[in-house]
């Protein structure tokens, strides 16, 4: 016999958003990769989007968050064990990213095929699914990739590791790295005392028979934020008697035993729960010195880089399974015997939400495809100077659009069991690690005034896309005046950072999305006051083409 509840069908219910190619069902990100110069890599995300999009994988999502990691810092007998235990679906998430190469597949080239074009940008539209996907294990997939650029400032060192680390598979043992078929690497960067600041650090470094690279040092302190701990090693800096320097910390030494690295507790955080962040403190710790002592910065910045490029690409995926979420939900929910979707001022709302996830997403994957770039003066003028940009406007526009699409699914997307809520308590953290916003916005600040040429190089790429535009000409006029501005007034930065992203993007745009796409962005974005919400200021823009462009397109 049914029940009630079975006998009164859906009552005008959405369907779940799940078993979605978050692939093949989403335009902006199809063409972005295409355009970028990944469009070989299609066959092969299109597989992944399968998997990232499917309900099991939800649902092992799900189950990581609830379940979050459990510190075992001592056994019975009150000896260490410095431990951290993880749910089985995260396990099962870090296998799906790893099997896909997330973790190391930009250098595959060290095999010796030489780099493959387009493998950044087809990484990147990876971690785009993947954080759709679940977001908290990114974070050691991200270290882990990043991780290659530092050790390679240790050639000897690098060619012990980076053949553990480009092994296309995932190994959870807690076990010395040397004896796993695969690794996964942390960074343990930042203090109670200093944060962002670590030339503040007072983690000190100890030689034990020798100075200078590939060395081994005791390392005494702790750290307050590491990240991923039961990782098999760490990037992790420390005072030597030449400053501030780079050591590769292991989470075994070299006689076997477990490393003097004690886990003193986990962060209690508001969202990344499946991801276990510890308080760690080091007891004369076994690393290897990485490149110079004095050179931890210099040496770090390169893993710190690329970790920022992914922060703004998660941000930008998260962001498109909010907008998704939205416009899926108005397509089938009805009021007043229409579909939300026909509704002008639902429309509207969503049409606007658009504008941003493709601009974000257009930025992210033009970054993307300046790593790409490899030694091409325009790209790594791109990339030292929209790095921080990008992560600034894209992780900081992600919160509030998150919120709004929630808002258009009403009161079901502030109940867990719909999965928003995990949504929501994920967005904010992108903004904050590797460089909060006024961290970015310095960094920019700080390569103009060091490289001129980097920001001309930038502006005159911009202009070239813009096809002759006047409002984008206006624009870049405005990013050299507020430029000047902020040489002497720091307070102006983040205006700065703000209009030159809004440009950057108003010229990929121009270029390459459809008008309705791009006179709308430009209309309302450049030059605009402060907007408190979307849903105002699209009156005279083709909403129907923006949102069918963003809609998902479900098989």
């Known amino acids: 016999m049914s029940t009630a509840r079975e006998a009164e069908g859906d009552l005008n219910q959405s369907p779940a958003f799940t078993d979605v190619n978050l692939f093949t069902s989403d335009m902006v990100l199809r063409e972005a990769v295409a355009r970028e110069g990944a469009a070989d890599a299609a066959e092969n995300l299109t597989a ?3 998997i990232a999009g499917s309900a099991a994988a939800a649902e092992l999502g799900r189950q990581a968050n609830e379940n979050p990691p459990r510190l075992r810092a001592f056994d019975a007998q009150g000896r260490r064990l410095d431990r951290v235990d993880y749910h089985p679906a995260y396990h099962r998430l870090m296998g799906f990213s790893t099997a896909q190469g997330l973790h190391c597949s ?4 060290l095999t ?6 387009g493998a950044h940008v087809a990484r990147c539209a990876g971690g785009y699914m993947a954080a759709q996907m679940e977001a908290g294990h990114c974070c050691p997939i991200t270290m882990t990739h990043a991780a290659a650029a530092s050790l390679l400032h240790e050639p000897v060192l690098a060619r012990t590791v980076l053949p553990k680390l480009l092994v296309r598979g995932y190994d959870p043992r807690f076990a010395p790295w040397q004896k796993k078929q695969a690794i996964t690497i942390g960074m343990g960067m930042t203090e109670r005392q200093g944060g962002t600041d ?3 650090n007072t983690t000190v470094a100890t030689a034990i028979n020798g100075t200078g690279p590939g060395k081994a040092y005791a390392i005494t302190g702790h750290k307050w934020f590491l990240s991923a701990p039961m990782s098999d090693a760490f990037l992790v800096l420390a005072q030597a008697k030449g400053g501030l320097s780079c050591f590769f910390v292991p989470r075994f030494a070299p006689d076997g035993s477990v490393n003097r690295i004690k886990l003193e507790r986990l962060k209690d955080k508001l969202g990344n729960r499946s991801n276990g962040s510890a308080e760690v403190g080091f007891d004369r710790a076994f690393g290897y010195l990485i490149s110079e002592e004095g050179r931890g910065v210099q040496t770090i910045i390169d893993m710190v880089t690329l970790t920022r490029l992914d922060c703004a690409v998660s941000s930008a995926g998260l962001m498109r399974q909010a907008l998704a979420r939205a416009i899926h939900h108005a397509q089938h929910r009805s009021v007043s015997q229409k579909k939300l979707i026909d509704q002008p001022l639902m429309l509207q709302v969503l049409a606007d939400m658009a504008l941003d996830v493709e601009a974000a997403t257009a930025l992210a994957f033009k970054l993307a495809a300046s790593f790409d770039g490899h030694d091409d003066p325009d ?3 791109y990339r030292r100077l929209m790095t921080p940009v990008t992560k600034y406007w894209v992780c900081k526009i992600a919160p509030p659009l998150v919120y709004e699409a ?13 999965g928003f809520p995990l949504l929501y308590r994920e967005v904010p953290v992108n903004a904050i690690w590797e460089g909060s916003g006024n961290v970015m916005c310095l960094d920019v600040l700080r390569a103009v005034e060091r490289s001129p040429e980097t920001l001309e190089r930038v502006l005159a790429g911009i ?8 409002r984008l000409k206006s624009a870049v006029d405005g990013v050299r005046i507020l430029l000047a501005e902020a040489a002497r007034d720091q307070a102006r930065a983040r205006s700065v950072v703000e209009l030159l992203a809004l440009t950057a993007a108003g010229a990929l745009l121009q270029a390459h999305a459809p008008p309705a796409v791009s ?6 974005r450049l030059y605009g006051a402060f907007r408190h919400s979307y849903g105002v200021g699209l009156g005279g823009g083709d909403i129907h083409s923006i949102a069918a462009r963003a809609a998902p397109a479900m098989a």
């Open 519 to 524: 006179d709308a962005f430009l209309a309302t």
């Open 48 to 50: 992944f989007g399968r």
């Open 379 to 381: 790209a790594a003028a």
């Open 406 to 418: 929630m808002e258009c699914l009403g009161g079901n997307a502030y109940v867990e069991e719909g």
């Open 106 to 109: 930009t250098w595959d080239y």
């Open 112 to 117: 010796g095929n030489g780099p493959r074009p």
């Open 463 to 470: 202009e070239a896309a813009s096809g002759g535009e006047q």
């Open 198 to 200: 670590v030339r503040a």
